[in-house]
């Protein structure tokens, strides 16, 4: 049930223990689903519950729970998987001590990252107690995982035509009177019908007052005879990601929804103009700052405009980079982005947005989705 070779993961976990050497980590404790799924395959939302896949330089182990020792066997390269046994007041650290002792890691240099859902600010307690001298290492694995390799971007162009897909699938039942839920189901169901796979967070959807909202919220309304309907969504294929934006006018368009869009576009086109090899990606939020504050929304606009996208698990489809004010990240061929120019006007009520995924090359951006950029009207 690998997604890729063999041979893939095993570069993977070659280039995280490269890194690990190079800061004198003895073994990685990785907690991240997304970095467990990357550097083995292994596919679970047991990330709920304390898990800890353990890297070292002769190997690697797994500590999970009974319920998925036969995910891991099915899904993942590890071979040696631990089982903590659920119980009154069981502590899965002291499991944890054990199997790192069995693999001669008792007292050394442990790498941990901790800025995870997959770690409960619990038993991130509990590791610190029993593990005293534990060296924060969040940024390793997805700094490793922000290049994604050509099977990886090959994931992602598929997940970029689901997306695609289902919008279309939706787009002829936007109308007066027409019912969110429909929408939404039909979006969510395309995915499906192509084979692709759960977002790592809800189909956005909303209209009329909560066409400003940039969330999910539960829910459903009916499509007022002029209305506007924001939507954010991702096309997935193997937990890899690729997002889009619109809002859909109901009727006719108000003035504003036709100059915001205007701005929007503009700035879009502005922000892939700068998603170029080699520069920062705070320069891509100075382009977006430019072109919205030029057109008079400065304080419509957010103060982000983007983020990283590879393969991702609940509660989020975002990767921790994004595009803001002096960003320093810099960009490389290989990295996924997915830009979103939102505009919400709390004084008129108008929202506006757009935005798509795009991939770096050698050149510059080369968007993923072939959905036009014009103002979509029903």
Same mark, same amino acid.
């Given at each position: 049930m690998l997604h890729f070779a063999p041979e893939e993961y095993a570069a993977r976990r070659g280039r995280l223990r490269a890194e690990m050497a190079a800061r004198g980590l003895d073994a990685m404790l990785l907690f991240a689903p997304e970095s467990q799924y990357w550097a083995t395959g292994y596919d679970t939302f047991g990330y709920c519950f304390f898990q800890c896949l353990v890297i070292d330089h002769e190997g690697e182990a797994l500590l999970t729970r009974s319920a998925d020792l036969?995910?891991?066997?099915?899904?993942?390269?590890?071979?040696?998987?631990?089982?903590?046994?659920?119980?009154?007041?069981?502590?899965?650290?002291?499991?944890?001590?054990?199997?790192?002792?069995?693999?001669?890691? +008792? !007292?050394?240099?442990?790498? %941990?990252?901790?800025?995870?859902?997959? /770690?409960?600010? #619990?038993?991130? $307690?509990?590791?610190?107690?029993?593990?005293?001298?534990?060296?924060?290492?969040?940024?390793?694995?997805?700094?490793?995982?922000?290049?994604?390799?050509?099977?990886?971007?090959?994931?992602?162009?598929?997940?970029?035509?689901?997306?695609?897909?289902?919008?279309?699938?939706?787009?002829?039942?936007?109308?007066?009177?027409?019912?969110?839920?429909?929408?939404?189901?039909?979006?969510?169901?395309?995915?499906?019908?192509?084979?692709?796979?759960? +977002? !790592?967070?809800?189909?956005? %959807?909303?209209?009329?007052?909560?066409? /400003?909202?940039? #969330?999910?919220? $539960?829910?459903?309304?009916?499509?007022?005879?002029?209305?506007?309907?924001?939507?954010?969504?991702?096309?997935?294929?193997?937990h890899y990601h690729a997002a889009l934006m619109r809002t859909v006018i109901v009727g006719d368009p108000r003035p504003e929804h036709r100059s915001m869009h205007g701005a929007a576009e503009e700035a879009l086109l502005a922000c892939e103009a700068a998603l170029r090899p080699g520069r920062a990606m705070g320069e891509v939020f100075a382009a977006h700052a430019a072109a919205l504050d030029r057109a008079g929304f400065g304080a419509a606009r957010l103060n982000a405009c983007g983020y990283a996208l590879a393969a991702r698990f609940s509660p989020s489809w975002m990767e921790p980079f994004m595009f803001y004010e002096n960003a320093e990240t810099e960009m490389a061929p290989g990295m996924v982005f997915f830009l979103h120019m939102i505009l919400m006007d709390s004084r008129t009520g108008a929202a506006m947005t757009l935005g798509r995924t795009s991939l770096v090359t050698e050149t510059g951006a080369e968007p993923l989705s072939a959905l036009p950029l014009d103002l979509p009207l029903r």
């Open positions: 036969r995910q891991a066997r099915l899904t993942s390269t590890v071979e040696d998987v631990r089982i903590w046994k659920d119980a009154a007041g069981a502590d899965p650290t002291a499991d944890l001590a054990d199997l790192l002792a069995a693999r001669g890691l +008792a !007292g050394k240099r442990l790498g %941990i990252e901790t800025d995870t859902h997959g /770690l409960t600010a #619990r038993w991130g $307690a509990a590791m610190a107690a029993r593990f005293p001298g534990l060296v924060e290492a969040s940024e390793i694995a997805p700094r490793l995982r922000l290049t994604q390799s050509p099977a990886e971007i090959a994931m992602t162009r598929r997940a970029a035509e689901i997306g695609d897909a289902c919008y279309l699938k939706a787009l002829p039942l936007i109308r007066p009177g027409a019912d969110e839920a429909a929408i939404l189901a039909a979006m969510q169901g395309e995915v499906f019908a192509m084979g692709g796979d759960y +977002a !790592g967070n809800e189909f956005i %959807i909303g209209s009329g007052e909560g066409a /400003l909202l940039c #969330r999910y919220f $539960a829910g459903r309304r009916r499509l007022d005879e002029r209305d506007q309907l924001t939507l954010e969504w991702a096309g997935v294929w193997r």
